[in-house]
């Protein structure tokens, strides 16, 4: 029969057992709590914006937020063309190997195969100089790491320093304006994705 060994990690832990499960309802409660910040926030959005009408929030992964519209492709509830802002959970924004938050527009589920998905990212960003003033095209961003290839193009968002001294300060008002904000400059796209996702990708 295997033997068990405890550590002395354990041991600390077991030791203090009533405290540390306490810390873990408190931080799953602190997650909820953010998701619902986040969830009705997009929602907000969704009134303010009516050519939109669908929004998420994933509180797994990486607390990706995203707006869209019902009629854009989508691979499931939860994977569809749209406006996202990305890295917003806690553990990104605690961690200093995570990267920063970001917000873009999502294309991969619009696309069949890798040579149509770069282009119709190539049609979205084409479309940066008549959809952006000169300022926001110097701020664009256009490449991506391998786990978000499949964003058209983005743009930073709040260092992840900024998000968390906003949530714990207090001053969810000012996120939310920023989160918003970010949705607005994205949604100038909202034309040049309609055109570009009737368009049949081969």
């Known amino acids: 029969m295997a033997s068990t060994n405890f550590t002395p990690s354990d041991e600390f832990l077991m030791g203090r057992w009533s405290d540390a499960t306490e810390l873990i ?117 256009t490449e991506f790491p391998r786990a978000y290839r499949g964003y058209a193009l983005g743009f930073e968002f709040l260092s992840k320093r900024e998000v968390l001294r906003l949530l714990s300060t207090g001053q969810t008002p000012v996120l939310r304006e920023h989160i918003l904000n970010a949705f607005r400059r994205l949604s100038k796209f909202t034309d040049v994705l309609n055109e570009t996702l009737s368009v049949k990708l081969a």
């Open 25 to 141: 309802r408190q931080a799953d409660e602190l997650r909820s709590k953010l998701a619902e910040f986040y969830s009705e926030v997009a929602r907000a959005f969704l009134v303010e914006d009516p050519r939109f009408d669908l929004s998420r929030h994933m509180q797994a992964g990486s607390g990706s937020l995203g707006v869209g519209r019902r009629d854009w492709p989508a691979t499931s509830n939860t994977n569809f063309v749209g406006l996202w802002l990305e890295r917003i959970d806690l553990d990104s924004l605690v961690s200093d190997e995570a990267l920063a938050p970001f917000a873009g527009i999502w294309l991969k589920p619009a696309a069949p195969s890798p040579a149509a998905l770069e282009q119709a990212i190539a049609r979205v960003q084409a479309a940066a100089t008549s959809a952006l003033n000169a300022s926001e095209r110097l701020e664009m961003i």
